[in-house]
């Protein structure tokens, strides 16, 4: 059945979830802000522009969030003039956004109180896969509500994984991106030895991809080590600190062994320091490379 949907957060993976609503068919609003991608082609296919949180919540029977992290989804779901204030009963928060756990249960608890239903269900893969509808989502929430949304969430995303409870799908994000990341941080700390040591790029990669090191990491890495080209993984370094942030905040919340974890923090703050958070992690080979 089609839905009518509000969405919260239109940036380069909320902008391919809101395409492929509509091209199922779904009646979107989304809030206008100015860190959404340029919209026009979202109105053009259908998409209606509110200029407030109220607005997205009116008609919603279903409210996607796809933040920066858990001081963004705090504010607009509980915040003075959020969500949490204007829901209808029943409607469902499913917050797609990177989040430390302890703050999406007390998000989903609070929902819980207003009426409303929540489930976590952060992404991974990247813009592009956004843009094809081929996200993998990791859904925190009951059994039965996962049934209910999952035709749903198979209109932008192509893997769903039903981790548990609430708070899971936002757990398994962060396992997921200490070791992504962390993956793609060795890589760039390696490269940038390389380089020191004029072993020739093409060389580098080509030996790893060949023997333990070749997997996903290397490739989204690979074509900048080779040819400056970081198009492969448009990861933001500010965003990369965000998440392994959270990772390190979970793993001390649960008395976890965070030592990897502090050393990757480590780079990708040296990396923010040194180029800009807005730089792509890829790039992280340039800030490591320098004397």
Same mark, same amino acid.
Do not use: W, Y
């Given at each position: 059945m089609k839905k009518q949907i509000g969405m919260v957060g239109v940036g380069l993976m909320g902008h391919g979830i809101a395409s492929?609503?509509?091209?199922?068919?779904?009646?979107?609003?989304?809030?206008?802000?100015?860190?959404?991608?340029?919209?026009?082609?979202?109105?053009?296919?259908?998409a209606r522009?509110?200029?407030?949180?109220q607005a997205v919540a009116a008609d919603a029977e279903l409210v996607i969030l796809c933040v920066t992290g858990s001081p963004q989804v705090e504010a607009v779901v509980l915040g003075d003039g959020g969500l949490l204030a204007h829901l209808r009963p029943g409607t469902v928060i499913v917050d797609c956004s990177t989040a430390v756990p302890?703050?999406?249960g007390r998000v989903a608890a609070a929902v819980g109180r207003a009426g409303g239903r929540f489930a976590d269900?952060?992404?991974?893969?990247?813009?592009?896969?956004?843009?094809?509808?081929?996200?993998?989502? $990791?859904?925190?929430?009951? *059994? &039965?509500?996962?049934?209910?949304? /999952?035709?749903?969430? =198979?209109? +932008? @995303? %192509?893997?769903?994984?039903?981790?548990?409870?609430?708070?899971?799908?936002?757990?398994?994000?962060?396992?997921?991106?200490?070791v992504s990341l962390g993956g793609?941080? $060795?890589?760039?700390?390696? *490269? &940038?030895?390389?380089?020191?040591? /004029?072993?020739?790029? =093409?060389? +580098? @990669? %080509?030996v790893l991809a060949k023997g333990g090191g070749g997997g996903v990491a290397l490739e989204r890495m690979r074509p900048f080590i080779e040819r400056g080209d970081d198009s492969a993984l448009k990861f933001a370094l500010s965003n990369a600190v965000k998440d392994l942030d959270y990772y390190a905040t979970m793993a001390a919340?649960?008395?976890?062994?965070q030592a990897i974890a502090q050393a990757v923090l480590s780079d990708l703050r040296l990396g923010v320091q040194q180029l800009g958070g807005d730089c792509y992690v890829p790039a992280l080979v340039d800030a490591l490379a320098r004397d």
């Open positions: 492929n609503l509509l091209r199922h068919g779904h009646a979107l609003t989304v809030l206008d802000h100015p860190g959404n991608q340029p919209l026009d082609a979202l109105v053009a296919a259908g522009v509110a200029a407030s949180l302890k703050s999406t269900a952060p992404m991974t893969r990247t813009p592009k896969e956004a843009a094809e509808g081929r996200l993998n989502l $990791l859904v925190g929430c009951d *059994a &039965a509500l996962f049934a209910e949304l /999952r035709p749903l969430l =198979a209109c +932008f @995303a %192509e893997n769903i994984t039903h981790c548990g409870e609430v708070g899971a799908g936002h757990r398994m994000k962060l396992l997921h991106n200490f793609a941080a $060795l890589i760039a700390e390696a *490269a &940038a030895c390389a380089r020191r040591g /004029r072993v020739a790029p =093409a060389v +580098f @990669a %080509e919340d649960s008395g976890a062994v």
